[in-house]
C-alpha cells in the first residue's frame, strides 16, 4: 500500500499590516468592537500581489526546504475562492511561475473548508500510486472581494497563503476523513456572482460580487453542525480526543475556538489560534497555522504527534481530517 505523509510546510503572508485602529478611520468601528466580537487585531491586506502570486511564493519555500526541483511535482493544488482569473486557473499560473512543468494543476473552490478538501484529495492522488509528489495550497486575497462600506463583513478577513508538500510513504498517516456540504444553506455565506449575459432575465446587481454573510447563522452552523461532526470523526475512527495533540481549526472567530473546545470537552489549549495576527483568510487559515505551529517547534512532522484539521465555511461545506504528522 502507498500512504501519504505531510513532509514540508510553509507559508507567506503580505507585508502590509491593517490594524483595527487603521480601519476605524475608515469605517464606523472600533478596535473593541472587533476585538471582543472576534479576537481579530490586525490582518495582512495585499497592496500588488494576487493570489497566484502568494501561492507561487509558498510552492517555492516548500521546494527549497525540501531541496526540490520544480520538476519533481506531480501535481499542484491551489483552494481559493479569490483566484486571480477563472481561467486560467491559479493553480495553473503558479505552475507556470515556478515552472513546474511535470505537474498538472487545478484550483478548488470549496471556501473556508477548501484546503481540507483539496487535502483529502490529493491523499487520494497519491494512494493511487499514479503520483508521488504534490503541493496543496490554500491562498486567498480577499481583500480584493470585500465591500469596504460593509464593516460587518470588512473588518473580518485578510490576505495570506500557506500549504504542504505531500510525498508517498509506506505508514499510515491520514487516519480519518469527513466531507460535508449542504448546499440548501449555500445563502448564508455567498459573493462573486457570475457575470449576467445580454440575454439573461435576472436582474445584474453588482452588490452580489462582494461577500455578503449572515454572520450570526455561520457562527451558530460552526458551534452546531461543526461540533457535532468533529465528534463524529473523532467515535467513527475510533481515535479518543485524548489522542488528538492539537485541533487545528479554520480561523475564523475566536469565540467559536472556545466554544467548541467546550462542546467537544477539550483542553482551549489544543485549539491554537493566530487569528488575532491574521483575521480570516478563509482556504489558507489552517495552512498559516499549521505553518507556524512547525516554525516555533510546537508541531514537529517527525510522524509522532496527531492533528485534527477542521474546516467550515460556505458552501455550505465543513471538512474534517485526522492526520499523524
Ligand atoms: N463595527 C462595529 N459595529 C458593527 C460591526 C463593526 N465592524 N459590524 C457589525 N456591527 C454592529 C451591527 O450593525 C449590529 O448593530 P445593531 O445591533 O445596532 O444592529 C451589532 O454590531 C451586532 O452585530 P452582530 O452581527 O449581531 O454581531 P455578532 O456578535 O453576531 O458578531 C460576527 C458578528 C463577528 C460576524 C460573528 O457572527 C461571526 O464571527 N460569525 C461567524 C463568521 C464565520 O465563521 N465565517 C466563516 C465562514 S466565511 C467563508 O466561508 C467565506
Same mark, same amino acid.
Request: aromatic share 0%; proline share 0%; charged share 20%.
Given at each position: 500500500m502507498v500512504y501519504t505523509k505531510i513532509s514540508q510546510v510553509a507559508h507567506y503572508v503580505p507585508k502590509q499590516v491593517v490594524t483595527n485602529n487603521d480601519l476605524s478611520q475608515i469605517m464606523d468601528t472600533s478596535d473593541d468592537w472587533i476585538a471582543s466580537r472576534t479576537g481579530i487585531r490586525e490582518r495582512r491586506i495585499s497592496y500588488d500581489e494576487n493570489t497566484s502570486d502568494l501561492a507561487s511564493q509558498v510552492a517555492q519555500k516548500l521546494l527549497d526546504k525540501a531541496n526540490l526541483t520544480p520538476e519533481d511535482l506531480d501535481f499542484i493544488i491551489v483552494a481559493t475562492i479569490t483566484p486571480d482569473s477563472m481561467m486560467p486557473s491559479t493553480a495553473a499560473l503558479v505552475q507556470g511561475k515556478i515552472g513546474a512543468t511535470q505537474a498538472f494543476a487545478f484550483d478548488m473552490t470549496a471556501a473556508c473548508s477548501g484546503f481540507v478538501f483539496a487535502l483529502a484529495t490529493a491523499d487520494k492522488f497519491i494512494q493511487s500510486g499514479l503520483y508521488k509528489k504534490g503541493i496543496v495550497i490554500g491562498a486567498e486575497v480577499f481583500s480584493k472581494s470585500l465591500d469596504w462600506n460593509d464593516r460587518s463583513t470588512a473588518v473580518l478577513f485578510g490576505d495570506g497563503a500557506g500549504g504542504v508538500l505531500l510525498e508517498a510513504s509506506d505508514d499510515c498517516r491520514f487516519l480519518a476523513e469527513s466531507l460535508n456540504t449542504d %448546499?440548501?444553506? %449555500? %445563502?448564508l455565506v455567498s459573493g462573486q456572482k457570475g457575470l449576467m449575459s445580454p440575454f439573461s432575465r435576472q436582474e445584474d446587481d453588482l452588490s452580489t460580487q462582494y461577500i455578503k454573510m449572515d454572520g450570526r447563522a455561520i457562527f451558530d452552523f460552526a458551534i452546531r453542525d461543526v461540533s457535532k461532526s468533529i465528534l463524529m470523526t473523532l467515535s467513527q475512527s475510533g481515535i479518543a480526543h485524548e489522542q488528538i495533540d492539537y485541533f487545528l481549526l479554520h480561523q475564523a472567530n475566536i469565540r467559536i475556538l472556545d466554544k467548541m473546545a467546550k462542546k467537544i470537552g477539550v483542553p482551549r489549549e489544543k485549539f491554537p489560534a493566530n487569528l488575532m495576527s491574521y483575521g480570516n483568510t478563509s482556504a489558507a487559515s489552517i495552512p498559516i497555522l499549521l505553518s507556524e505551529l512547525v516554525e516555533d517547534g510546537t508541531i514537529r512532522l517527525e510522524g509522532c504527534q496527531t492533528v485534527l484539521l477542521s474546516g467550515f465555511g460556505g458552501g455550505l461545506t465543513w471538512g474534517n481530517l485526522i492526520v499523524k504528522i
Open positions: %448546499g440548501s444553506r %449555500g %445563502g
